[in-house]
């Protein structure tokens, strides 16, 4: 299993620096002049030259990517176009409160996404089956900008139960600031004791995570119920059956184990493209986080915001790929066996 993970390491890393690549040729040849935002709207062609000379923009393309990877192996990720600051802590800015929200998303839809399947599961062909199957089908489907602004209309217009949109409610920041030390508002205002900011962030943070949790949420929901559905027709379930032990303990302990895997690994892939899909979601709440910071990079042609980004985001996806086949041996014996041979 050791060697197994290693060749994973490696081939990660290959994958990491092709990405890198391609990003880094892709931004350079997408239209628009860099260097002449940099210089400010009104340079003149003698200072867009001073900048183009400043980012490197004047040295061959290969020269460019060797510079650049020098660089980044130093840990230095270059400097933003937009934000004229360093790419690094931008990204140490903007990705907490995306992985806040990814995580409240995710995690609302693992909890009512493996019941509900394990459900419709057991009751196949039934009401519920058919209700869950609707809910399935409606997360995967409804537009994303569609779904929060009816959340809005609904929740915030009609009930005023929520918030309509950013992170914590300006009276609550000015009455009750929450020191800034890890970056994920929840985690601070729970280490400072901050009460009113902690119930405050989760309020805001409830509407713009449930719709972040629409798509998830249907795919957990089909992929339990889809591998349920195959795992309850096997020996070893019919022999606990035959065997008289409770239904719960036969679905939960035995069949939902082996119907894990599958939506495991749908679910990793699924964390780590939220990221940069939470866009429309954070532009619709005003969420200060790295979908915004991607997409103002994409318009206006950012490249080392974009390239970093672009970095952060895959090597998330490697991370939990390598993470979900650990998990996978941990789960089923088999997976073992074919990762030690």
Known sequence: MTRYLLRRLGLSLLVLLGLTLVTFLLARLAPGDPAARWAGPHATVQQIEEA???????????????????????????????????????????????????????????????????????????????????????????????????????????????????ELDSWTAIQHPVVDRTGFLILDSLWQGNMPALVDALRHLFLPALTLAAYP???????????????????????????????????????????????????????????????????????PGLGQYAAAAVLTNDYPAIVGVTLVVAALYVSLNLLVDVIHAFMDPRVRVAMSS
Do not use: C
Request: hydrophobic share 50%; aromatic share 10%; no cysteine.
């Open 52 to 166: 183009r000379r400043e980012l490197g923009l004047d040295e061959p393309l290969p020269v460019q990517y060797q510079r650049y990877m020098g660089r980044l192996l130093h840990g230095d990720w270059g400097v933003s176009i937009r934000t004229r600051q360093p790419v690094l802590q931008d990204l140490k800015r903007f990705l907490p409160p995306s992985l806040e929200l990814v995580v409240a998303g995710m995690g609302l839809a693992i909890l009512v996404g493996i019941p509900v399947g394990v459900l419709s599961a057991a009751r196949a062909g039934r009401a519920v089956d058919h209700g869950s199957r609707l809910l399935a089908i409606a997360g995967v489907s409804l537009p994303t900008f569609w779904l929060a602004m009816i959340l809005q209309l609904i929740f915030f217009q009609k009930l005023h139960w929520f918030p309509l949109a950013g």
């Open 217 to 287: 949420l249907g795919l957990t929901v089909r992929m339990v119920r889809s591998s349920m559905l195959d795992t309850l027709q096997e020996d070893h379930v019919r022999a606990a059956r035959a065997a008289g032990f409770p239904e719960g303990w036969i679905l939960f302990r035995y069949a939902l184990k082996n119907a894990l895997a599958p939506t495991l690994t749908v679910l990793a892939l699924t964390f780590a493209y939220s990221l940069t899909g939470t866009f429309l979601v954070e532009s619709v709440f005003n969420w």
